[in-house]
């Protein structure tokens, strides 16, 4: 159909600076719902590059008997670092264990009294990849010859995958519901605005204009409304963000501080609002106009 | 041009807005549909520009059935078709020529065409001097023959008219009159709804009367009443 680009473009503008009130509603509505999705969206990045470092510093060790042969010492280095799912092996000899040791209880003399380094297992530290992969490491060393024992704080880090799996699971429903209930505002306040022009489209339908001529321009004024407002929440989320860094960067708190994000994430965050409130914008405009479309 | 074959309608409350209407209108013909209030004349005209479908029976405009007609191209349809009512449904926030040139605007007539098409329609309706105007400035008859332009300006085939003078005080009504009447001998086919005793009788048109959905009369150069 002949739609002319000059007259699409002139409806929009022309509709958009034509009701001020309804153009600042829309816009609104999806800064302020979008500021959140994003915010939610940033903790959830925060939590997740909280738990990583956690979870990155959980290790098993690895102890050898004393006597251990250098063929069993070679075996088990070996085959460490030969595993994919480790990300890091330290070893620690006898004279490093009993230094270790000595710091533990340096506040008990009995117990160290009487052991020397050589009572002591030398042990190989290691840091997988994931949280998930220490147990499935340990229990291959467990019956390995020359190993003494193998020691990880299963319940600790089970615990651990829990919580960070609620919390992820939690912000994940806010961000979503969120995301919802902006869709629906929009989606309200555009078909507000399409129900005060229906005797326009009314009128267009009557003398024979087709459904994507009347729908284009609303769909375009969704847009122009859904990326004015998704770039206002990107600005508010930046903001926020800088605001924040400033505030906690020297925070005592190791926990806040592993939480801050990245001005990457922080970005992709924005751009992610942008395409949403676009998105948003132009199909919650083509779903609203269709109601005003059937005659 | 407009035949309806044993057309029946009828709405979710049960009321029956027409009832086996067989009708066949010719081209150039103009005729009003007479009838009280709820007598289907609105209903007839919704189904002729595809608003709503019948229950049962076809109906042909132009020479196409449109009961099998696409909703694509129900648009081009209605491009054929002109529509006026009682209530103008002009654009307010637009000026008279605006509202004009929205018509040809919306079907993706190319601009010089406008430019050119609606000076010379608003002279055929007498406006030239109120183009400039908003609705809100113009008296019911001069609204009323800014919408007869608007559905004129696109030279349909056929011109409906829902109680077109419904609004307007009889001198008024005349001039609205006289411009139908100057439409339809360019050979427009023209088909008026109308409460309006003194237009029928004197027009002396063909008139169909509707009672209740049913066609109780068709006759050719008739009056309002009853035949006689």
């Not at chain 1, 321009?217 to 859904?226: A, R, S």
Request: charged share 20%.
């Amino acid at each position: 159909m002949a739609l002319s680009f000059d007259y699409t473009v002139r409806e929009t503008f022309s509709n958009l600076r034509r009701n001020p009130l309804m153009t600042m509603a829309a816009v609104l509505t999806v800064a302020v719902s979008l500021s959140l999705v994003g915010g939610a969206l940033l903790l959830k990045q925060g939590v997740t590059r909280a738990t990583l470092q956690w979870r990155g510093g959980v290790e098993l060790s690895i102890f050898m008997k004393p006597d251990a042969s250098e063929a069993q010492n070679t075996a088990v280095q070996t085959e460490l670092s030969n595993l994919p799912q480790v990300r890091k092996v330290t070893y620690v000899n006898q004279d490093e264990s009993f230094a270790e040791f000595q710091q533990v209880f340096s506040n008990d003399p009995a117990t160290t009294e009487g052991i020397t380094a050589a009572d002591l297992p030398p042990s190989y530290r290691v840091v997988p990849k994931k949280a998930e992969f220490v147990e499935p490491i340990g229990s291959r060393f467990e019956e390995t010859p020359g190993v003494y024992s193998v020691a990880y704080a299963k319940d600790t880090i089970d615990t651990l995958l829990k919580v960070t799996r609620i919390i992820q699971l939690a912000i994940y429903t806010m961000a979503g519901v969120l995301l919802i209930s902006a869709t629906l505002l929009i989606l309200n306040t555009i078909q507000l605005a399409i129900f005060a022009r229906r005797r326009e489209i009314g009128v267009m339908k009557l003398v024979g204009a087709t459904n994507w001529f009347i729908r284009i321009p609303f769909m375009l004024e969704g847009l122009v409304q859904g990326v004015v407002g998704g770039g206002v929440a990107a600005l508010l989320v930046t903001l926020g963000r800088t605001f924040l860094q400033r505030n906690l960067e020297s925070s005592s708190l190791q926990l806040i501080r592993q939480m801050l994000v990245s001005g990457r994430e922080v970005a992709g965050t924005a751009i992610f609002l942008v395409v949403v409130g676009a998105a948003v914008g132009a199909i919650g405009s083509a779903v609203a106009v269709r109601r005003f479309l059937d005659v | 041009m407009i035949k309806l074959d044993r057309v029946t309608k009828s709405y979710k409350t049960s009321t029956v807005a027409l009832r086996d209407c067989s009708v066949d209108i010719a081209k150039g013909e103009f005729v009003f549909l007479v009838g009280p209030s709820g007598s289907g004349k609105s209903t007839f005209l919704r189904l002729v520009t595809k608003e709503e479908p019948p229950d049962n029976g076809d109906i042909w405009v132009a020479g196409r059935n449109i009961g099998q007609m696409h909703s694509w191209k129900v648009p081009l349809l209605r491009r054929n078709i002109g529509c006026v009512f009682q209530d103008f449904r002009l654009l307010p926030n637009k000026t008279v020529a605006e509202n004009v040139a929205f018509a040809l605007q919306v079907i993706g007539r190319p601009k010089h065409v406008i430019s050119s098409t609606v000076p010379q329609i608003l002279d055929l309706v007498g406006l030239t001097q109120k183009a400039q105007n908003f609705p809100g400035e113009l008296s019911g008859g001069e609204q009323q023959r800014v919408a007869v332009a608007r559905a004129f300006v696109n030279r349909p085939l056929i011109l409906l008219a829902d109680e077109p003078t419904g609004n307007l005080d009889p001198t008024t009504t005349e001039g609205i009159m006289r411009l139908l009447d100057r439409i339809n001998r360019t050979g427009t086919t023209v088909v008026m709804a109308t409460h309006d005793v003194g237009i029928v009788d004197t027009m002396r048109r063909r008139v169909i009367e509707l009672d209740h959905g049913v066609v109780i009369r068709d006759q050719a150069r008739g009056v309002y009443g009853a035949a006689g």
